[in-house]
């Protein structure tokens, strides 16, 4: 041992279970944690908890089981409130930002000014992700947002981004989004998508053409234009190789974009902890490498949700659930339901990565050395 | 496949051992590393450069390194900037027994043409006005000391051995050194056996191992240590301020960042490069002591890294009696990378007995023989 931790000890607080993140995978995770009896402390940097589940308000799909038919503000004020009627096991932290994480499980973060380190036993990462950014001549120009961004402004705190908008990417996220700025009255001038099909589901897809909005597939920004901020963009058509066909350039006026092109695991702790990591362009990134228990390649540190690899918020719920079975089991508490719940979310999660649109994550997750629950 | 002469290791050292020898004209060399291009300790180094030090050889290999370093750019046809920047190494003295060993120091170095001085207090807070002087008894200054860019100055030196014919293979870990009859016959390394009766250790923190590979034992362990980085401001100081006693080093690079650094005492002997939580508790008390107002920034990144430790703390450079044609340039304790242009010139002036542009017939692994102690270099962190 070093000299400086017989010193330094007494500052640090213990905990059995940390768990970062309080989105969907974190808040589950804390509900199982919570209902097997084990206390933890869920840290997040927001001031309010729900992840990126606070600013969709969209109807989601899928099974009842993780809340089909309800708006994703609704469904996150409902696993807030399972998360907060354990206040005796569950110590919540919210607009924290974990600053660090290091080998001998020292968590550090930032609490209103105060860096405080946290000793934890197991540790669980639902960091969720991070928008991907695509490269054109100035790309950061005021007015160019992330979907992301734009349903934040929107959603949450109910500014308009702009009037007139292109939207690059029709991913379900892509479509949802331009669906939600033509009913806060905003003009979509198109939505542009790179690859030669629409990248979300048919029904969104019909929603937003039927308002008259044309999405145009082999296509995508080549640069922006504007001093100040963005006052017109240039679009241009690709061929069958992604290669730009000249001749083929648009101009369109607009005083803001929106990039909605996939998401990107948000790893940076586990990278810093020694994880190791996989790329596996399926789950959007760079992964890390996982056991069935959801537990990466360092004993009880656990990974749940689109840190994990890339999914749906459904995955991300019953992730959470899992790696807060495992992680409590581990720690010796057992959920007095463990076998029977384990058995059902293993299950939904077969279930919710069957089918063609589940057919990625398939590839993605046997890339990443977890074979379960897909069928 | 054959090879003239395999060098193990494609960090700086390995990078200036290769253009040296290619050249002087020599042919078939071949430079294996076990990653990346600068993926060991010299891309994790502090990028300073100095030659203010306690030893004579460690101020003459530096001296003649700055000299490289100063021309590099144009000597290795480099079209990108290594940012070499000449502003001066601080180091201050905290003891009356630090100052007057400095005293002693500033003394060799002058002898030996390095513009090293020793400088009051005041003139110290003049070229660095943040500092702290309440805890200093004086300082020296070498104007001529700075710093340079570890991944830019190990790319000029590599693309300059590529295009005088050097093969460079990443991703190939070495497995194992023959030898037959005290003669080297082949390497083998993860997907290639190359024959060779030439081998270059310069492979860092991994130098022992190597050795053992080939039957000799160098006396060298790895042990980690650590840097930060803050986020970018505008430059508001000029050289590296560094301290044996505080054990602190603290530079502004020409980003703006500051990128610092002390050791760790009690530190273990092996090849962990972990960052650590104590590091960050320890470093930001010293330099909220040394250099107060850098204590204000935003720490973006840390990192850890092997310093290859020698008995002597100087490097080990030359051939090895225990087998012909197996040359050593490790041990270097911290301070390889601003070695480094000595280090392939000197090495290839030994590997082909050409003469010595310095003698440095003590750097050879003989001296450690029967020897159980040793002065050392003190000037380190």
């Known amino acids: ?375 | 496949m054959k090879a003239n002469y395999v060098i193990i290791g494609a960090g700086i050292s390995g990078c200036s051992i290769a253009y040296n020898l290619a050249k002087k004209g020599v042919k078939d060399i071949v430079v294996l590393d076990k990653s990346y291009l600068t993926s060991g300790s010299t891309g994790r180094c502090g990028a300073g450069i100095r030659q203010q030090w306690g030893t004579k050889m460690n101020c003459l290999l530096a001296k003649g390194s700055i000299e490289f370093f100063e021309k590099a750019k144009d000597t290795l046809e480099y079209e990108g900037d290594i940012e070499f920047k000449q502003e001066g190494y601080l180091i201050i003295s905290t003891t009356f027994e630090e100052d007057e060993q400095f005293e002693k120091n500033v003394e060799l170095q002058q002898s030996l043409g390095i513009p090293a001085r020793k400088i009051s207090k005041e003139e110290a807070k003049e070229i660095v006005p943040h500092l702290n002087t309440q805890i200093i008894k004086g300082a020296t200054f070498c104007p001529t000391d700075g710093h340079l860019n570890p991944f830019r100055m190990t790319d000029a030196y590599y693309r300059a051995a590529k295009r005088l014919g050097v093969k460079f293979y990443f991703n190939e870990e070495v497995k194992d050194i023959m030898v037959h009859e005290n003669k080297i016959e082949k390497v083998i390394s993860s997907n290639l056996e190359i024959y060779t009766n030439h081998v270059v250790n310069a492979a860092g923190g991994y130098a022992k191992e190597i050795g053992d590979m080939a039957g000799v034992d160098i006396p060298v362990y790895a042990e980690n240590h650590q840097i930060l980085v803050t986020e970018p401001i505008e430059k508001i100081q000029s050289p590296m301020v560094m301290s044996f006693s505080k054990n602190i080093y603290c530079q502004q690079v020409p980003h703006g960042s500051f990128i610092m650094g002390r050791s760790d005492p009690s530190v273990a002997h092996n090849h962990c490069i972990e960052s650590s939580w104590q590091f960050l508790d320890e470093m930001a008390k010293t330099v909220c002591e040394v250099l107060p107002l850098v204590g204000k920034l935003r720490v973006v990144r840390q990192w850890g890294g092997s310093y290859t430790m020698s008995p002597d703390r100087q490097p080990i450079i030359g051939d090895t009696e225990a087998l012909e044609g197996f040359y050593l340039a490790c041990g270097f304790s911290g301070h390889g990378f601003m070695f480094a242009p000595m280090t392939g010139l000197l090495l290839s002036e030994i590997m082909l007995k050409e003469p010595s542009t310095i003698d440095i017939s003590d750097l050879h692994i003989s001296r450690f023989k029967n020897k159980q102690v040793f002065t050392y270099e003190k000037s380190v962190v």
């Open chain 1, 1 to 375: 041992m070093s000299k400086y931790s017989l010193i330094k000890v007494k500052y640090m607080i213990k905990k059995d279970l940390v768990i970062i993140g309080g989105g969907p995978a974190g808040l589950c995770a804390a509900k199982m944690v919570a209902e097997a009896n084990q206390s933890c402390m869920l840290i997040d940097r927001n001031q309010i908890l729900g992840g990126q589940l606070i600013k969709q308000t969209h109807m989601f799909f899928g099974s009842e089981k993780q809340y089909a038919k309800t708006r994703g503000i609704d469904i996150a004020e409902k696993l807030v409130e399972d998360v907060k009627k354990y206040s005796d096991l569950i110590d919540i932290w919210e607009d924290t930002t974990v600053v660090g994480l290091y080998q001998d499980k020292v968590v550090t973060v930032l609490k209103n000014e105060r860096y405080v380190k946290i000793q934890a036993k197991a540790i669980i990462i639902a960091t969720g992700a991070s928008e991907k950014v695509l490269a054109f001549e100035n790309n950061d120009l005021p007015g160019i947002y992330g979907a992301g961004a734009v349903q934040t402004l929107m959603n949450v705190y109910g500014v308009k981004p702009g009037h007139k908008i292109v939207m690059v990417g029709s991913g379900n996220i892509g479509l949802i989004v331009s669906y939600q700025l033509m009913q806060a009255g905003v003009n979509v001038l198109s939505i542009i998508e790179a690859s030669p099909k629409i990248g979300g589901y048919k029904v969104h897809a019909s929603k937003v053409r039927r308002l008259g909005v044309n999405i145009e597939t082999s296509c995508t920004i080549k640069k922006a234009i504007g001093h100040e901020n963005v006052k017109k963009i240039e679009t241009i058509k690709l061929d069958e190789n992604w290669k730009e066909i000249e001749g083929t350039e648009k101009e369109y006026e607009v005083d803001a974009v929106c990039i909605a092109v996939g998401l990107t695991p948000l790893t940076n702790l586990l990278s810093m902890i020694g994880c190791q990591m996989k790329y596996v362009s399926e789950l959007g990134g760079l992964v890390p490498i996982i056991n069935e228990n959801h537990e990466t390649s360092i004993e009880n540190i656990y990974v749940c949700g689109d840190a994990s690899g890339i999914e749906e918020a459904s995955s991300a719920i019953v992730e959470g659930y899992l790696a807060g079975l495992h992680a409590c089991k581990k720690l010796g508490k057992f959920h007095p339901k463990n076998d029977e719940l384990m058995n059902e979310y293993h299950q939904q999660l077969t279930n919710l990565r069957n089918g063609p649109f589940g057919e990625k994550i398939r590839i993605g997750l046997k890339k990443q050395g977890v074979c379960k629950d897909v069928s």
